[in-house]
T-cell receptor, first 117, second 116 residues
Framework: AQTVTQSQPEMSVQEAETVTLSCTYDTSESDYYLFWYKQPPSRQMILVIRQEAYKQQNATENRFSVNFQKAAKSFSLKISDSQLGDAAMYFCAYRSPLLGGSEKLVFGKGTKLTVNP | DSGVTQTPKHLITATGQRVTLRCSPRSGDLSVYWYQQSLDQGLQFLIQYYNGEERAKGNILERFSAQQFPDLHSELNLSSLELGDSALYFC???????????????FGSGTRLTVV
């Protein structure tokens, strides 16, 4: 079974600085999808960024980018120019490519990000 | 507003009771997923429906059941409630299985269940 590990329960960053959140996963599959979700105090789960395992190019979405290291099974999230609104729980998630089966996401336990003014 | 509507937002009930959580997926979405978020277990997949049919089951207790109706809304029924069932229950939806790979799910804002 796939597992996702986020080794940093909490992180903090100064406003306008850069922070990197770590995520590792365990799978025997060669093709899969990875996601980062943000959960602010409002509880809403918001998709931040996604990465297909077959793509070597790291995904970017504005100030958010990932460092995808397939061999190391690592998928870190970099937030540049951190803003107060980035403060939230961040969850890394894995999705199997199997069609016809479940499309469930396997989530890590999350990293709480604090942004200091 | 994500387009996925969950009701109620908060629910407080006593042990041994039964509750029903409701989810209306985003317009056009055929798949509905239920997740439980607790402090110790994190986000755990419970069950998935696609166009009215159960598609996959996760760590869902026998005391819990769900269904998806012809209008595509879904209900999660929790019975014989225990203190440990206190959690945030999320519903998510997607148009199709393929869309999950492309853009993930669209989540509702959750139902906070407190069992006392």
């Amino acid at each position: 079974a796939q597992t996702v590990t986020q080794s940093q329960p909490e992180m903090s960053v100064q406003e306008a600085e850069t922070v990197t959140l770590s995520c590792t996963y365990d799978t025997s599959e060669s093709d899969y999808y990875l996601f980062w979700y943000k959960q602010p105090p409002s509880r809403q789960m918001i998709l931040v960024i996604r990465q297909e395992a077959y793509k070597q190019q790291n995904a970017t979405e504005n100030r958010f980018s990932v460092n995808f290291q397939k061999a190391a099974k690592s998928f870190s999230l970099k937030i540049s120019d951190s803003q107060l609104g980035d403060a939230a729980m961040y969850f890394c998630a894995y999705r199997s490519p199997l069609l016809g089966g479940s499309e469930k996401l396997v989530f890590g336990k999350g990293t709480k990000l604090t942004v200091n003014p | 507003d994500s387009g996925v509507t969950q009701t109620p937002k908060h629910l407080i009930t006593a042990t041994g009771q039964r509750v029903t959580l409701r989810c209306s997926p985003r317009s056009g979405d055929l798949s509905v997923y239920w997740y439980q978020q607790s402090l110790d277990q994190g986000l755990q997949f419970l069950i998935q429906y696609y166009n009215g049919e159960e598609r996959a089951k996760g760590n869902i207790l026998e005391r819990f059941s769900a269904q998806q109706f012809p209008d595509l809304h879904s209900e999660l029924n929790l019975s014989s409630l225990e203190l440990g069932d206190s959690a945030l229950y999320f519903c998510a939806s997607s148009v199709s299985p393929e869309q999950v790979s492309q853009g993930g799910y669209t989540f509702g804002s959750g139902t906070r269940l407190t069992v006392v």
